[in-house]
């Protein structure tokens, strides 16, 4: 499977983004996927997943209310509503795919080239 993350961008505080992540080659329907982010200095971290169907989906506490996952097999994407963005959002996001959502980023089987957002003041 080979994923492309696109979306990010610069944006300020309490504005909004949408992330999308396009799944080529074996049948992405197959698998969860995931966000995953990177801040600088810091290790990557969960951000939301979906199971395989869309009917299961969760995000992380440090962004529930304000995040949304979602996905639409038949486009082979995976989405990330981000609203109410904060500087502390700023980071590389990442999608990842594998067979169930983890927390632990090690886990996954595939990733994402990764997509930059930066949330100003």
């Known amino acids: 499977v080979q994923l492309q993350a696109s979306g990010g961008g610069l944006v300020q505080a309490g504005g909004s983004l949408t992330l999308s992540c396009s799944a080529s080659?074996?049948?992405?329907?197959?698998?969860?996927m995931a966000w995953f982010r990177q801040a600088p200095g810091k290790e990557r971290e969960f951000v939301g997943g979906?199971?395989?169907?869309?009917?299961?989906?969760t995000v992380a506490d440090s962004v529930k209310g304000r995040f949304t996952i979602s996905r639409d097999n038949d486009k082979n994407t995976v989405y990330l509503l981000m609203n109410s963005l904060r500087t502390e959002d700023t980071a590389v996001y990442y999608c990842a795919a594998g067979d169930s959502i983890e927390y632990d980023y090690r886990r996954y089987d595939y990733w994402g080239q990764g997509t930059q957002v930066t949330v100003s003041s």
């Open positions: 080659g074996r049948t992405s329907s197959d698998y969860a």
């Open positions: 979906v199971t395989w169907s869309g009917g299961y989906t």
